[in-house]
């Protein structure tokens, strides 16, 4: 049986759970104040979270309808077949998961950096870069054929690791948790973030990904462990994170 949809719907109420929160951090405390001021301001606000979650909302439903049985075939044909890295090397339960957590975290920095590199994926791709006011929506701002793409490449790469259905789901619940984080339009403490981000992505690091500057954004493509980007050495850091200037030029 296909247990995909229903750990989906839990990662949906945990997902609104964690959009609530954020949005009522960056109303107390934003970082940029983007959205400071009268009604009008507000109302600014309202129309740009409600499209970026919209274009979320339909991704998630294209996902969920279509792909979802494809991932999760995949893991049952890899299994039966006894394919994957999870399966040719053996090692403890818990390394399992651990394992298949940083192989699906190292494809994802991978696939961040060909949506970079590539000039194809990139007009696709700066869909979720255009946004100049970047808060916790724009977490799901993604053109569809984006995630399109990286839905059907995920097949060889779920039958590659070898991974079951309920890791991917639990690799899922932590991406979009951290990926929600570092989007939002927040200051985290500069000791606390700098301790933060020896292991995840932080604000403060994904801050100079979205820059108007080339080599800012094409740094920084880590999702959850931030470590891919110190080995792959595209690590950038901002010194000044209030100078910068969110959005695409080009």
């Given at each position: 049986?296909?247990?995909?949809?229903?750990?989906?719907?839990?990662?949906?109420?945990?997902?609104?759970?964690?959009?609530?929160?954020?949005?009522?951090?960056?109303?107390?405390?934003?970082?940029?104040?983007?959205?400071?001021?009268?009604?009008e301001k507000w109302i600014q606000r309202g129309r740009h979270g409600a499209i970026n979650l919209a274009i979320g909302i339909f991704?998630?439903?294209?996902?969920?309808?279509?792909?979802?049985?494809?991932?999760?075939?995949?893991?049952?044909?890899?299994?039966?077949?006894q394919l994957g890295v999870l399966r040719w090397i053996p090692m403890p339960y818990w390394a399992r998961w651990l394992a298949a957590?940083?192989?699906?975290?190292?494809?994802?920095?991978?696939?961040?950096?060909?949506?970079?590199?590539?000039?194809?994926?990139?007009?696709?791709?700066?869909?979720?870069?255009?946004?100049?006011?970047?808060?916790?929506?724009?977490?799901?701002?993604?053109?569809?054929?984006?995630?399109?793409?990286?839905?059907?490449?995920?097949?060889?790469?779920?039958?590659?690791?070898?991974?079951?259905?309920?890791?991917?789901?639990?690799?899922?619940?932590?991406?979009?948790?951290?990926?929600?984080?570092?989007?939002?339009?927040?200051?985290?403490?500069?000791?606390?973030?700098?301790?933060?981000?020896?292991?995840?992505?932080?604000?403060?690091?994904?801050?100079?990904?979205?820059?108007?500057?080339?080599?800012?954004?094409?740094?920084?493509?880590?999702?959850?462990?931030?470590?891919?980007?110190?080995?792959?050495?595209?690590?950038?850091?901002?010194?000044?994170?209030?100078?910068?200037?969110?959005?695409?030029?080009?």
């Amino acid at each position: 049986m296909n247990a995909y949809p229903e750990i989906a719907a839990w990662h949906s109420k945990l997902a609104v759970i964690a959009l609530v929160v954020l949005l009522a951090w960056e109303t107390a405390r934003p970082f940029f104040p983007f959205f400071a001021g009268g009604r009008e301001k507000w109302i600014q606000r309202g129309r740009h979270g409600a499209i970026n979650l919209a274009i979320g909302i339909f991704n998630a439903l294209l996902t969920g309808l279509i792909f979802s049985s494809a991932w999760f075939a995949a893991t049952v044909w890899a299994a039966e077949h006894q394919l994957g890295v999870l399966r040719w090397i053996p090692m403890p339960y818990w390394a399992r998961w651990l394992a298949a957590l940083l192989m699906l975290d190292a494809w994802t920095y991978f696939w961040h950096r060909i949506n970079h590199v590539v000039p194809f994926f990139w007009q696709f791709h700066k869909l979720h870069h255009v946004d100049r006011m970047m808060d916790v929506t724009t977490a799901s701002r993604f053109h569809t054929l984006e995630i399109v793409f990286s839905s059907i490449l995920r097949v060889p790469v779920l039958v590659l690791v070898g991974c079951g259905i309920e890791q991917l789901a639990l690799y899922e619940l932590l991406l979009f948790a951290v990926v929600q984080f570092h989007h939002a339009n927040i200051a985290v403490p500069e000791p606390l973030d700098r301790l933060l981000r020896v292991v995840i992505v932080t604000p403060y690091l994904h801050k100079v990904h979205h820059s108007v500057a080339v080599t800012e954004r094409d740094s920084n493509y880590s999702s959850i462990f931030s470590w891919w980007d110190r080995i792959f050495r595209t690590l950038r850091i901002n010194r000044d994170p209030r100078r910068i200037v969110f959005g695409v030029d080009s």
